[in-house]
């Protein structure tokens, strides 16, 4: 005898998945429940300051099981990493038309990751500021000043590609402030990237690992 909740071909009932009920997550990919779970961790920090927010709650606004999305991602920490790494991806995506110059390269993923964040700037600037330093936030830092670096072309291996990703780092987290605090154009936020990129690329040029 079927399934109430499923069609005759053994697809997913399309209202069940409209309902959000576990079965909807139970037929969802591992990435599908942890994307699923960001979205509606974002939904709610709009909402109910983060520090207020627990993922019990995360995985009932997402419509999945409490013990699946705790499997896949056993604290809020973890979907933030989901959602950097969401965002890396666009500046990864931006370096498939690349500019000439290496610089005018760095500089476009750079906007393309911002761009990425833009939509829910107002909930990223609140959880920002709801998070107290750690080492995963560093980790986070580490990784996107990575990901910015291999977009544009730069080797970010071995010991050259350390100096530059940790040089990069600081480059980030300077840019992440003055964003925080640029509305409208970005037009302060491009002059800063311009600023630092330029003094970036003097320093490491100094030290040998100049690209």
Request: proline share 6%; hydrophobic share 45%.
């Amino acid at each position: 005898m079927a399934k109430a909740s499923s069609s005759k071909s053994g697809a997913p009932n399309p209202e069940a998945a409209k309902s959000g009920s576990p079965e909807t997550a139970l037929v969802s990919t591992p990435a599908d429940l942890l994307d699923m779970a960001t979205d509606a961790a974002l939904r709610l920090a709009g909402e109910t300051p983060w520090a207020e927010v627990t993922l019990r709650d995360i995985a009932h606004e997402a419509g999945v099981p409490f013990a699946e999305l705790y499997a896949r991602a056993p604290g809020k920490g973890a979907l933030l990493d989901r959602l950097s790494k969401r965002h890396d991806g666009a500046a990864l995506k931006a370096s498939d038309d690349p500019s000439p110059d290496v610089a005018d390269r760095l500089f476009e993923v750079i906007m393309a990751r911002l761009e990425a964040m833009e939509p829910n700037r107002i909930v990223l600037i609140a959880i920002a500021r709801s998070e107290s330093p750690s080492p995963r936030m560093a980790g986070r830092l580490a990784l996107t000043a990575r990901a910015l670096l291999e977009a544009a072309g730069i080797d970010a291996g071995g010991r050259r590609g350390a100096v530059r990703t940790a040089a990069m780092i600081a480059v980030w987290a300077r840019i992440l402030q003055v964003w925080r605090d640029d509305e409208g154009a970005l037009n302060r936020t491009m002059a800063e990237i311009d600023k630092r990129l330029k003094r970036m690329r003097t320093r490491l040029g100094q030290v040998g690992a100049g690209f």
